[in-house]
């Protein structure tokens, strides 16, 4: 149930963006800036968890959650699910969901 939640957060995220973008625009690199945060989230979950099953270096999930509110939460949302990393741990799962929740009020904030 959870995991469809979290898929669902993200077609949920970009029907309030465009709504949001037909009221007022928003700067014209937004979208971009998205992207890429998202992108380099997945890939930072990755390479996370691959140190996870070696045990070596770790990122900190305080750098996770900063990007993740940045922008970057849609990849964190699908680099969870993929990779099954950071889901089970309920407190980083708590400060994840506000994280989104904060970015998600931003947009918002905009109109």
């Known amino acids: 149930m959870r995991s469809l939640l979290s898929w669902l957060s993200l077609p949920a995220f970009a029907a309030l963006y465009l709504w949001r973008a037909s009221v007022r625009e928003f700067p014209s690199?937004?979208?971009?800036?998205?992207?890429?945060?998202?992108?380099?989230?997945?890939?930072?979950?990755?390479?996370?968890?691959?140190?996870?099953?070696?045990?070596?270096?770790?990122?900190?999930?305080?750098?996770l959650l900063v990007v993740g509110v940045l922008g970057g939460w849609m990849g964190a949302v699908?680099?969870?699910?993929?990779?099954?990393?950071?889901?089970?741990?309920?407190?980083?799962?708590?400060?994840?969901?506000?994280?989104?929740?904060?970015n998600a009020v931003v947009v918002l904030a905009f109109v």
Request: proline share 2%; glycine share 6%; no cysteine.
């Open 29 to 63: 690199g937004t979208p971009w800036i998205y992207l890429a945060l998202g992108v380099l989230l997945f890939v930072v979950y990755g390479v996370d968890k691959r140190a996870a099953r070696r045990g070596r270096w770790r990122i900190s999930e305080r750098n």
């Open 78 to 102: 699908v680099a969870q699910q993929v990779f099954r990393h950071k889901t089970r741990k309920s407190s980083f799962q708590w400060a994840f969901w506000a994280t989104v929740t904060v």
